[in-house]
């Protein structure tokens, strides 16, 4: 596709449920990076992938996050029994090289928690 | 570990004039990129410009230009002839080059542009 993208873009759930945040990245792009931004701070950093394999999951606040990227190419992003602070905004980006690479970050899924 | 300040939470131009927007970023590594990002109220997020550290010149992008003083670990942001379409958030971000991908991004500054 012509840019990232990431789907839903909104999400509403109660609190408990499981949910699952897909993002396709550029085609061709080797790596992808997860991103969780609260309103009005800047994004903070999840965890990337280089291909199919998870390179750095430092930033998963808790064993209640995951996220695979099992063909190297669309990755979810899954949050078990959500709680009312998981509400943000979960940002998806890709790059096409290494650490020098530009990342080209997606539209977002807006994640609300009740 | 690695941190990125801004400390102007929010910022006021004058369309058609200057503004300059501070980050301060605390490392032990010597090579590493710098990046200004643009959120406008759609919340996308643009890259603005970047800067490698090994590079000494400043990087520049058409009105906007960076002053990088690396021992000051210092890496402002110049926009000149303010526009209005520049009205919108923007995140300093560190990122190293010696390994790993993570990024780490300052807080915001908001800027607004007065007509």
């Known amino acids: 596709g012509a840019g990232v993208s990431q789907s839903p873009r909104y999400k509403v759930t109660k609190r408990g449920q499981d949910v699952a945040l897909r993002c396709d990245p550029i085609?061709?792009?080797?790596?992808l990076y997860w991103y969780r931004q609260a309103l009005g701070q800047g994004p903070e950093f999840l965890t990337y992938?280089?291909?199919?394999?998870?390179?750095?999951k430092s930033g998963l606040p808790n064993d209640r996050f995951s996220a695979e990227r099992p063909e190297g190419s669309i990755s979810t992003l899954t949050i078990q029994r959500t709680e009312q602070r998981d509400s943000a905004m979960y940002r998806c980006?890709?790059?096409?090289?290494?650490?020098?690479?530009?990342?080209?970050f997606g539209p977002g899924t807006r994640l609300t928690v009740t | 570990a690695q941190t990125v300040t801004q400390s102007q939470p929010e910022m006021s131009v004058q369309e058609a004039e200057t503004v300059t927007l501070s980050c301060t970023y605390d490392?032990?590594?010597?090579?590493?990129?710098l990046f200004w990002y643009k959120q406008p109220p759609s919340r996308q997020m643009i890259l603005v410009i970047r800067?490698?550290?090994?590079?000494?010149q400043n990087a520049t992008e058409n009105r906007f230009s960076v002053n990088f003083q690396k021992a000051a670990k210092s890496f402002s942001l110049k926009i000149s002839d303010s526009q209005l379409g520049d009205a919108a958030m923007y995140f300093c971000?560190?990122?190293?080059?010696?390994?790993?991908?993570?990024?780490?991004f300052g807080a915001g500054t908001r800027l607004f542009v007065k007509a």
């Open positions: 980006a890709s790059s096409s090289t290494g650490t020098s690479g530009e990342q080209y």
């Open positions: 085609s061709g792009h080797v790596s």
């Open positions: 992938f280089n291909y199919e394999a998870q390179q750095d």
């Open positions: 490392t032990s590594e010597s090579d590493y990129y």
């Open positions: 800067q490698e550290a090994y590079k000494q």
């Open positions: 971000a560190y990122r190293s080059a010696l390994g790993g991908f993570k990024t780490i």
